[in-house]
């Protein structure tokens, strides 16, 4: 029986992910550094403590990147283009609102910074209709660890197994799976059905979720 629903945000609650590398791209610019949509896969999912990590080991980097400024650089520039072109899209808060009507809880575990994840989640309408939000920084260890996840569960009252959890990147789905619940891959332009085939249903549209969701029951 299902009693929660953990949602990843971006990728899955807003379309974000070409928001959030377009400003990494600007900040990463001052390193000689640019990288494709082709070569984004590598990173989605992980926090950005994790990716300045691999930054700097993919990119020999010997600079100290502060986190905690890159990250608010980072959500300004990705805040001004959101605004700009965003397509608002009622979907998430349509299924949210049915999700909730069904007695199932709601959560959000993602791997930005709080200040960042709260102002996205009230854009969106979202951030009142949560039971409750892990960000990456109430946790130590980042996904594809599932610590983030066992500890939204934890907050929602809910066994791990009692658990969904919709995801678009492979770490997620990993995390998912590692903390002992289903996991539904949810496709985007920067994934594919055969990188989330560790996903118990793969979907491309939040008007079949629901529906999606009876089957894991």
């Given amino acids: 029986m299902i009693k929660a629903i953990i949602f990843d945000m971006d990728g899955v609650l807003v379309n974000s992910t070409k928001y959030i590398w377009k400003s990494f791209n600007?900040?990463?610019?001052?390193y000689n550094i640019h990288i494709s949509d082709e070569k984004i896969k590598k990173y989605l999912g992980r926090s950005?403590?994790?990716?300045?990590?691999?930054?700097?080991?993919?990119f020999n980097i010997k600079e100290n990147i502060d986190i905690e400024e890159f990250s608010k650089k980072a959500f300004e520039m990705e805040l001004k283009l959101m605004e700009k072109e965003l397509i608002k899209n009622k979907d998430p808060l349509n299924l949210v609102n049915s999700i909730k009507e069904m007695n199932i809880k709601v959560a959000v575990a993602t791997s930005s910074h709080r200040f960042r994840a709260e102002k996205i989640l009230e854009i969106i309408g979202i951030k009142d209709k949560l039971d409750a939000l892990?960000?990456?920084q109430d946790v130590e260890n980042h996904k594809p660890h599932p610590e983030?996840?066992?500890?939204?569960?934890?907050?929602?009252?809910?066994?791990?197994e009692q658990c969904v959890v919709i995801e678009d990147a492979v770490d997620g789905i990993e995390a998912a799976k590692a903390g002992k619940m289903k996991a539904i891959g949810f496709l985007t332009p920067y994934n594919s059905r055969q990188e989330l085939i560790k996903a118990d249903?793969?979907?491309?549209d939040f008007r079949e979720l629901k529906d999606k969701l009876k089957e894991l029951k």
């Fill in 148 to 160: 983030i996840f066992l500890k939204a569960a934890e907050e929602l009252k809910v066994k791990p």
């Fill in 134 to 136: 892990v960000t990456a």
């Fill in 26 to 30: 600007t900040l990463l610019s001052k």
């Fill in 48 to 58: 950005l403590r994790d990716q300045i990590k691999m930054w700097k080991e993919d």
């Fill in 201 to 204: 249903l793969i979907v491309s």
